[in-house]
């Protein structure tokens, strides 16, 4: 009896050991990296073999894309993964399609590629990563040349990996600021802290009142000693890149009016998320990549395009360099875009700017402490020679945020709601302060346009020292 026991956990042993070799590319596909993701030919533990299905392999390994090219993987291990990179060169604009299993379902997603004569790399997640989705079968890869009919490709490395999941809000901080983005609102900033200047919300006749020493100044106490100064109540608000582009397509509505192509960082009308394709994060900085959403449409419809943004703390201030390229194909249009969309919190509604015509001389600047929203405001211009604008709090000297891009003179401004703020955490407020510096220019497709702009806080004497000190750098 003994013996027969022995002989059966035996079995049993050996099942379990050789169930481990067969599935422990499996398991350990569950182990997740986050630090350096290599792709290449040459590298065994990450390399995915790639084949063609219709044969259009040159002899030096490029392909010919005059027509749709799938390619298939001749790789059959178990490997999860929620993150892929494609090292390639190219000379056109190119559309691909990676086709996996996730579940039960046969998945397959865009992306696009931009024309290269160097190694260039992408990486992506695949969609809805946030959720915890992973794929765990490759399928196959197509591309398809988008702006050129004799174009050529090469592949130089295709690899999958499985990243660590990060938190829906990612931040970084220095010693005077923390700032954050929304990776569900397509990384847009979220959250910017002043760390320093002892920043409070407190609640005055039902009204919240946000200042620096705000207790002492309006004599009651604080509801809020982390007030984030961004408005983030929609996907509409945040500190975001939005573009507009033709009317000519198959536009959608909002506010019962036709809208045009409009791809938005943070997501549409509806509240949908733009997609999140790529996101490093070092000490001080958030690189993010996200595919936008189509404003007035549903989250369907997403664009074609992708917007990049690098947000990082230097010289005392939030400096963002953004970048956009649409891959869409569809008719030029000429419209004034916002570079950027900017929205704080509403208890800040006095906008303040210089308007004389001798930048940085320390010129006495104009406050504009009743401006409303359109359309009974009209859409109302400012111009300022020191390329800057602020909105601050009621007193002279109120703390507040500014926004400053270099070149750039003419700011469309106005206040939604003002002095109607009554949540403890304003950020999350209806009411909220509006900054678009507007710049009209061609919208084109396969043509990256980009722009830097800084943020810097404090009162408005200690916001424009800070833009001059970066002007002058």
């Not at 986050?34 to 040459?42: A, R």
């Not at 390399?47 to 259009?56: L, P």
């Not at 509806?270 to 070092?282: E, G, M, R």
């Not at 346009?449 to 001059?468: D, M, Q, V």
Request: with cysteine.
């Amino acid at each position: 009896m003994k013996k027969g026991i022995i002989v059966i956990l035996g079995v049993i042993l050996a099942v379990i050991i050789g169930g481990l070799g067969v599935f422990s590319p499996y398991i350990l596909s569950f182990v997740v990296t986050d630090s350096e993701f290599v792709i290449g030919k040459d590298n065994e533990d990450t390399a995915i073999a790639i084949t063609s299905s219709y044969k259009t392999f040159n002899d030096d390994g490029s392909i010919n894309l005059e027509k749709a090219v799938n390619c298939t993987f001749d790789d059959s291990k178990f490997k999860m993964f929620n993150y892929y990179g494609l090292k390639y060169t190219t000379d056109a604009y190119v559309k691909g399609t990676l086709t996996y299993k996730a579940g039960t379902k046969e998945v397959s997603e865009d992306f696009f590629l931009e024309p290269t004569n160097t190694e260039k790399e992408f990486n992506s997640f695949i969609d809805d990563f946030l959720d915890g989705k992973k794929a765990y079968k490759l399928i196959s890869l197509s591309f398809e040349a988008l702006n050129k009919e004799d174009a050529k490709m090469d592949i130089l490395g295709f690899s999958v990996f499985n990243r660590e999941i990060p938190d829906r809000e990612v931040f970084v901080e220095s010693d005077n600021l923390k700032i954050g983005v929304d990776l569900l609102w397509g990384g847009a900033l979220s959250y910017v802290e002043d760390l320093n200047s002892n920043v409070q919300a407190v609640s005055v006749d039902g009204q919240i009142k946000v200042d620096s020493n705000a207790e002492e100044r309006y004599n009651a106490k604080s509801v809020n000693d982390n007030v984030n100064l961004i408005n983030r109540n929609d996907t509409g608000r945040l500190v975001q890149q939005s573009y507009y582009g033709t009317l000519d397509y198959d536009h959608g509505v909002y506010m019962e009016n036709d809208w045009k192509y409009n791809p938005v960082q943070g997501g549409n009308q509806f509240n949908d998320a733009s997609k999140i394709v790529d996101l490093k994060i070092t000490g001080n900085s958030i690189y993010i990549k996200c595919r936008p959403l189509d404003w007035a449409k549903e989250k369907e419809f997403i664009t074609p395009s992708y917007m990049e943004a690098t947000y990082s703390i230097e010289n005392g201030a939030v400096h963002g360099k953004c970048r956009f390229v649409d891959f869409s194909g569809y008719p030029e249009a000429e419209s004034t875009q916002e570079i950027p969309a900017f929205y704080c919190i509403e208890p800040f509604n006095n906008f303040v700017y210089y308007k004389g015509d001798k930048p940085w001389t320390n010129g006495p600047l104009t406050n504009e402490p009743e401006l409303i929203f359109w359309p009974d405001a009209g859409y109302p211009k400012f111009y300022n020679k020191e390329n800057w604008a602020a909105f601050t709090g009621e007193f002279e000297d109120s703390f507040g945020i500014g926004i400053y891009v270099e070149g750039e003179e003419e700011f469309l401004s106005g206040v939604f709601e003002r002095e109607k703020t009554t949540e403890e955490d304003p950020s999350k407020a209806g009411p909220t302060s509006y900054i678009a510096i507007t710049k009209t220019r061609i919208f084109t497709s396969f043509e990256p346009f980009r722009y830097e702009y800084y943020l810097a806080t404090g009162n408005a004497n200690e916001i424009r020292e800070t833009f001059k000190k970066i002007a002058n750098s």
